[in-house]
């Protein structure tokens, strides 16, 4: 069984708005790939392939960097029209990064190196909302570190592999109940603050070329634990009466990041343009409940159950070299939500959604190049509840309402071929 941080419910860019697959993963590891609705695990023309498809870097025959800069913003909204509760989230602008060095060691062996950071956030519900009890805010970095070889084993056939080396740290905040407060009317919350955890992973990547023009790719990210111990649990707004009950203290928890499998087929349809089509599968079944383990014996474990499923993510994204300076994308994908009816918790405020994408390239040399990308995602509206929350007086309390989120993305990168 899977034990999770509470808060890394919420760490997609801007209220979980740019989400991967449901859940918390952010996708926004590359501005080529980005550009044809994240499709990028059967192309191979850059160093993006590190993330994407470590088995297509043999692809690229010169050394090459390439970097990238997102801005994001996205709005979550809250509505409970039977109480006429309402609250909308305070998201500051995300600006996950990233950056992909590959270098040939021979015609058949290439290495490489990603620095990129697909779980990171901040957002802000509105001070003491109906749903305070679940969540307050929350932040959350986490960086994957990823030297990478990739071996041709004939002029067909590819493969890669680099271990990932994952850092990171999380701050989550919420109140402990749906009423309680001290002797001046303020709510009693806590803030768990995590940093510096780290664990190992792994990422591989096969491709196979099935014609001149059409390829095939395969790649499988494995499951990250990274274990919290002796973290901070700091508790405020203690009724007097209260406070040896609710001293600060530490915490222990698991942060599980799920696996995933994703294939896919690129193929040039014309000397121009370059179709492709990927299939995610992402393993939110490791996500069973939520579990956090204080190490003052008066503060009661807390469990949630969260019972995620595995979900799917279906992108097409087409690629047009307009001509020697210029290369156009565009893409849309489909993103099926992980979490079942009655599991709808405001840390992760979303349901199944649509991605709609466009970038470009300017070439200015054989050797500097300037990416740009753009991405609207829209959820469809959702009116579902959370159904295990107990307070402190161990009553159940079901937290309903309707949800709806939008997001934005703006991406900027470059690219140096020597």
Request: glycine residues 8%; negative net charge; contains cysteine.
């Amino acid at each position: 069984m899977k034990n999770t941080l509470p808060i890394v419910l919420i760490t997609s860019v801007c209220a979980v708005s740019i989400a991967h697959a449901g859940g918390y993963r952010v996708s926004l590891q590359g501005q080529k790939a980005q550009g044809m609705a994240h499709a990028g695990v059967a192309m191979s023309e850059s160093a993006e392939a590190v993330f994407f498809n470590p088995g297509a870097m043999t692809d690229i025959d010169k050394g090459e960097f390439t970097g990238s800069l997102n801005a994001t913003l996205g709005t979550s909204v809250y509505q409970n029209e039977d109480t006429g509760a309402s609250a909308e989230t305070d998201s500051p602008l995300g600006t996950p990064l990233n950056a992909y060095f590959s270098q040939p060691i021979s015609d058949d062996l290439s290495w490489g190196v990603g620095v990129y950071t697909p779980y990171g956030s901040s957002v802000e519900w509105e001070k003491d909302w109906a749903g305070s009890h679940l969540v307050n805010d929350i932040s959350l970095a986490a960086v994957f570190i990823q030297p990478t070889l990739s071996y041709r084993i004939n002029e067909s056939f590819s493969v890669g592999f680099g271990p990932a080396y994952v850092t990171g740290g999380v701050e989550f905040n919420r109140n402990i109940s749906t009423s309680l407060v001290d002797e001046n009317g303020d709510r009693a919350n806590v803030t768990l603050d995590a940093s510096g955890v780290d664990a190992w992973g792994y990422n591989i990547g096969l491709l196979y070329k099935l014609s001149d023009k059409t390829q095939f790719g395969v790649n499988y990210r494995g499951e990250v634990t990274l274990e919290a111990r002796g973290e901070s649990a700091e508790f405020d707004n203690i009724p007097t009466s209260l406070q040896a009950a609710f001293p600060d203290t530490t915490f222990d928890a698991d942060l599980v990041l799920p696996a995933e499998l994703t294939i896919g087929v690129s193929h040039r349809a014309t000397d121009k343009m370059t179709v492709a089509i990927d299939v995610n599968r992402t393993y939110w079944d490791a996500y069973e409940e939520l579990r956090i383990e204080f190490d003052a014996p008066s503060v009661p474990t807390s469990v949630n159950p969260r019972n995620y499923h595995d979900s799917n993510i279906v992108r097409f994204g087409m690629q047009y070299d307009y001509n020697d300076s210029w290369t156009h994308r565009a893409g849309i994908y489909f993103d099926s939500s992980p979490i079942s009816d009655g599991f709808f918790a405001p840390e992760t405020p979303r349901n199944d959604s649509i991605g709609y994408t466009y970038g470009t390239t300017y070439r200015q040399s054989d050797k500097l190049s300037f990416d740009f990308s753009l991405l609207y995602l829209t959820f469809s509206e959702i009116d579902n509840s959370y159904d295990f929350f107990v307070d402190s007086g161990g009553v159940t309390q079901p937290f309903s309402g309707t949800y709806k989120t939008n997001a934005y993305n703006v991406g900027f990168g470059l690219t140096y071929a020597y």
